[in-house]
């Protein structure tokens, strides 16, 4: 279609908006001014302010993860370019489509170190799937659509696109680009299914492993499981792919994987991974993983297949396809020493029973319904949701997986919420990453977001790195002691008119899990807990996954602990 | 269990077809910078298709590096094509330029041995000659040894260059048939990377 009187700037939006694009998170500036302006023109995209570059582009990662589409976020040049920088690193490791648009400098002015200058091309080229600086306005409809398709396409990713202020403002007389067709996804070769369904079927002790790149195969991998009788572990970004509640499942691997999952894929003979890249939280030494194991390796990404383990049976291409026809043809494999040991490992998990972070975490995603998301930030919450929280369904667990971004997980919580606002968004937060993007209460309160449930766990540290002082630095609790500095996150709260509960033991928490839920409003709960409590079964870094330290060891106290409990009673009035 | 097929350290001779656009020598060297790749030489040229620059590095590493190096660079939205000369038959060259110090006894040598080595001067001067070497590495190799002890007082290398055997074997007939500049963008933009062949793993894509 052709539009008359445009600028860059109108068919940035004319673009955006025709692709389908509803809702873009944001913060605007000088060198973005022209789009801002333009945006009054276009009442069908929504625009979402946030109170922090990072805050609006993990909201948007929030929404691609919830939904599997593309999420959208804008920014100023300079530092509001370089305060998207983590999420889109957070995105390139998580393949999460992501578009980020970004103002700069006019184009006569580039290379000067012009005020809010910053080369954000060159800045993010490692940690985006493609990147482009808008030359000449009549680029700019195509440029924006070819970003969406690279980030859509194949395995997806982050694409930033830089646009300077004058091709914003300059009259644009061309076509708006429409959608490009979603390119095929590659089909399996037959040759790769047939042998990897031979080794399937001489296998004696099988597992399967799903990770993100399986979530939209959920249903696929859930029949090939069902049909062949195997049993699946899902990856700490491959939660959801398959139904937590069916006796085939086995839990997350890994450094915090549980007892059942690790223990199966150190002894199994045949492993099919499907939608993942074997990172190493995930092998531990990997020397060590799966050492009796050919190792069947489905991934659309060629690069993947080979890189961090030896691959017996490579399949490239569509999890989806190759799922589907894996299971062409199953029979039941009749393996009753197996399935006895599975179930010995499983008959190993402890749920926590006495009052703790594990005990809090459990309260809460023991509420979760089906639909409900869950997101979690960065830390031990994270590890406990990860291993406590049960899924039905995909897409309902997001996290920052690859990067580890401590003050994800609330902004995420709320794209998400804003992407369906039908449900309900629980965000599990520590005490530490929620303050790394708390301004974002804003967000809640100048939309009335009210599906976003904010529940924080604090335990007046940074939890995980005491966890690895305690265990690998003789209890030397460096810089870690948040406790005497905290705010009081209910005021925090109420300052922003969101409703606050709080609990301080396991009596008072379900009532204040009840109250916290039934809010009208999105509300936060803070659960004070103990300080010292671990996240195990633990795989020390370097270890190997058999290696794996199943239960917290007892503790003794120490001069560490001494001096920060000393520390707390300081502060008591 | 993870040892790959040939875990022997050598030189590989690769070529990239590559977008001819704003950045895109960075992004490829920064990816092998970033994931740890050693590029051993690097050359960079226009192609017979304006819009298409073709690089020829020399990657060291074992079978299994290669390999990754070269998925990786594949994923690359300005890469349209890899090719890994080490599969083909293929010519390769190199140009350097020589100087030598010469002196009124050694001149008439220095000029006996260039001209062996079929080596043009390129420069003459009171104390020096310059001369220019085209060949393979060997040959390069073996003139700038001969020339040694005369005293070399700079050389250049330009890194190799290399193309397959035969008729444009190596190049997707789409793309090599595509008309002037229009006609070439779109016709890029749907080639598919070629298929991966043997190497770390089993030939299964």
Redesign the interface.
């Known amino acids: 279609m052709t539009q008359t009187d445009l600028t860059g700037a109108k068919a940035l939006w004319a673009t955006l908006a025709g692709h389908g694009i509803t809702t873009v998170f944001g913060y605007p500036g000088g060198a973005i001014m022209p789009v801002y302006d333009a945006l009054t023109f276009y009442p069908e995209v929504r625009h979402v302010l946030a109170r922090h570059e990072q805050g609006a582009i993990h909201a948007a990662e929030g929404w691609a993860k919830a939904t599997g589409e593309i999420g959208v976020c804008l920014a100023t040049s300079g530092p509001g370019a370089t305060n998207l920088v983590t999420g889109l690193a957070d995105a390139m490791l998580d393949s999460v489509p992501l578009l980020a648009i970004t103002g700069n400098v006019a184009r006569h002015l580039m290379g000067t170190d012009a005020f809010q200058e910053a080369d954000i091309t060159g800045i993010t080229l490692p940690v985006t799937k493609h990147n482009y600086v808008v030359r000449e306005v009549e680029e700019l409809p195509r440029v924006i659509a070819e970003a969406i398709r690279i980030a859509r396409s194949g395995r997806p990713g982050p694409v930033l696109v830089d646009i300077p202020k004058d091709i914003q403002l300059a009259a644009y007389h061309g076509e708006i680009a429409v959608p490009h067709a979603r390119p095929e996804i590659p089909t399996p070769r037959p040759e790769a299914i047939e042998r990897a369904r031979e080794l399937l079927q001489t296998a004696k002790k099988p597992v399967i492993m799903a990770g993100g790149g399986s979530l939209d195969a959920a249903a696929e991998i859930t029949a090939l499981a069902r049909a062949w009788d195997i049993p699946v572990i899902t990856t700490l970004m491959g939660l959801g792919a398959f139904p937590s509640s069916d006796p085939l499942w086995l839990g997350m691997p890994g450094m915090h994987g549980s007892v059942a999952a690790n223990r199966a894929i150190s002894e199994a003979d045949v492993l099919l991974g499907i939608g993942l890249r074997f990172d190493d939280r995930v092998t531990g030494r990997v020397s060590g993983f799966a050492p009796n194991a050919a190792i069947i390796h489905v991934d659309l990404d060629a690069a993947e297949i080979g890189k961090i383990v030896r691959t017996h049976v490579p399949v490239r291409g569509d999890a989806r396809a190759a799922a589907a026809l894996l299971a062409e043809g199953a029979r039941k494999l009749d393996l009753p020493e197996w399935r006895a040991q599975i179930n010995e490992w499983k008959s190993r998990t402890v749920e926590p029973d006495h009052w703790g972070a594990g005990y809090a975490v459990k309260a809460v995603v023991d509420r979760l319904r089906p639909d409900d998301i869950l997101s979690s930030d960065v830390g031990q919450h994270q590890m406990l949701a990860a291993q406590l929280a049960r899924f039905e369904r995909p897409r309902r667990w997001i996290n920052s997986g690859g990067l580890g971004t401590m003050g994800f997980g609330f902004p995420a919580a709320i794209g998400a919420g804003m992407a369906e606002p039908g449900v309900t968004s629980i965000v599990i937060a520590g005490d530490g990453g929620f303050q790394m993007t708390a301004q974002e209460l804003a967000t809640l309160k100048k939309y009335d977001v009210r599906n976003v449930k904010i529940c924080i766990i604090n335990n007046s540290y940074l939890g995980m790195v005491r966890q690895w002082q305690e265990l690998f630095h003789e209890k030397r609790y460096s810089e870690v002691y948040l406790g005497d500095s905290n705010p009081d996150f209910l005021k925090l709260a109420d300052a922003y008119d969101v409703p606050g509960y709080r609990a301080d033991c396991a009596e008072e928490l379900p009532e204040a899990i009840d109250a916290w839920l039934a809010d009208p409003k999105s509300a936060l709960l803070e659960i004070v807990v103990p300080n010292e409590h671990g996240v195990f079964p633990m795989v020390p870094a370097g270890a190997a996954l058999s290696e794996m330290i199943e239960t917290e060891p007892p503790r003794a106290p120490t001069p560490g602990i001494e001096r920060n409990a000393a520390a707390e009673e300081a502060k008591q009035p | 269990?993870?040892?790959p097929l040939d875990s022997e350290q050598r030189d590989h001779l690769v070529s990239a077809l590559v977008r001819d656009e704003?950045?895109v020598l960075?992004?490829i060297t920064?990816?092998f910078g970033?994931r740890g790749y050693n590029i051993r030489s690097l050359s960079v040229g226009s192609t017979e298709h304006p819009g298409l620059s073709r690089m020829t590095f020399v990657v060291t590493g074992d079978r299994?590096v290669v390999?990754?190096a070269m998925?990786?660079l594949?994923?690359?939205?300005?890469v349209v094509k890899i090719i890994d000369h080490s599969l083909e038959k293929f010519v390769d060259r190199e140009l350097v330029l020589v100087k030598v110090a010469i002196t009124p006894e050694s001149r008439v040598e220095v000029r006996q041995i260039a001209e062996d080595f079929r080596a043009r001067i390129v420069d003459v001067g009171r104390h020096a000659l310059t001369f220019e070497v085209t060949g393979d590495e060997g040959k390069i190799t073996a003139f700038i040894e001969q020339m040694r002890s005369f005293g070399i007082l700079e050389t250049m290398r330009t890194g190799r260059v290399a193309l397959t055997r035969g008729s444009n074997a190596d190049i997707p007939s789409h793309v090599y048939h595509a008309g002037e500049t229009e006609a070439l963008r779109p016709a890029v933009d749907g080639v598919e990377p070629r298929e991966?062949r043997a190497g770390?793993?089993?030939n299964?894509?």
């Open positions: 269990m993870t040892a704003p950045r960075t992004r920064s990816l970033r299994g390999e990754q998925r990786q594949e994923k690359l939205h300005d991966t770390g793993v089993p299964l894509f």
